[in-house]
């Protein structure tokens, strides 16, 4: 089996949704080891984003269980799943348009800030020193994608592939062990999912990440996965190397169909 060598940081056991007579996720298993990049493949309506709102604890499996770092994710509430380390972007961009690439990368650190509201009301020394702490973190996460040249800009103002990089920021700010990437590729030109392939193993090497993402931009998957998982109807199919997954004879019968 492939990554049996490390240990497991996301580990999916049995894992089975169900929304009324519609069985959505039907007993998937797979387990991503730390510091991986894992891609998550599958026709539309394959499973992939249940899985994933399943991962940031937006739906509750029917059956099945979800462990991070060896402990059940379903034990926390969902809006502790930042603060626990799991960071997510969104298919669709949730950013604030009229406040600046700053000011929205900023709000990603928050989830880890220890000041209350009466602290911040009164702007305590310690609050001052947390501000000063995000400030420079935020800085650095901007220069690393290229970003401080618009920091001051409405997000608004800004291309499409840019303002993904300005989501993609504010999830690092709450400093995941894991990242969970919703289609990063999704609008992006040649060259700018090009850029995203070398961002994504750079952020793996340097700030020691764990990436699983879901993505349809095949090119992309089997550039930069370590590991691949595919899911059709609600079922995983194949789990693997890239080269594994994409001569497995059920993921060429999903995406090719069955005279292939």
């Known amino acids: ?27 998937v ?6 510091g ?29 269980s979800i462990l991070f770092e060896g402990a ?16 997510r972007t969104f298919q669709n961009l949730a950013l604030f348009r009229t406040m600046s690439v700053r000011d929205n990368v900023m709000l990603g650190g928050h989830c880890r800030s220890a000041s209350g509201f009466v602290a ?24 690393m994608l ?12 800004l291309p499409f592939g840019t303002a993904k990089r300005v989501e993609f920021a504010r999830a690092l700010m709450s400093q995941p062990k894991l990242l969970l990437l919703d289609e990063p590729a999704g609008g992006l030109n040649h060259e700018e999912v090009d850029g995203l392939r070398q961002l994504l193993r750079r952020i793996q090497r340097e700030l020691h990440l764990t990436i699983l993402l879901v993505e349809h931009h095949m090119n992309l998957v089997m550039r930069v996965s370590d590991q691949v998982i595919a899911l059709d109807f609600g079922r995983k199919i194949a789990d693997g190397t890239p080269a594994q997954v994409q001569a497995h004879p059920d993921v060429v019968r999903a995406y090719l169909g069955a005279e292939a």
């Open 29 to 34: 298993s797979f387990a991503v080891p730390a």
């Open 72 to 87: 059940p994710l379903q034990a926390h509430a969902p809006h502790r799943i930042a603060a626990l380390g799991i960071g």
């Open 120 to 143: 911040n009301a009164l702007r305590l020394p310690h609050v001052r020193r947390e501000e000063q702490r995000l400030a420079a973190q935020a800085q650095s996460l901007m220069d």
């Open 146 to 157: 290229e970003l401080s040249d618009v920091a001051h800009r409405p997000v608004a103002d």
């Open 1 to 27: 089996m492939p990554h049996e060598e490390r240990q497991a940081l996301l580990d999916v056991r049995a894992v089975t949704v169900r929304f009324g007579g519609i069985t959505a996720l039907d007993g």
């Open 36 to 64: 991986a990049i894992a891609g998550l493949i599958g026709p539309n309506g394959a499973g992939k984003t249940t899985l994933f709102n399943c991962l940031s604890r937006l739906y509750v499996p029917s059956e099945g």
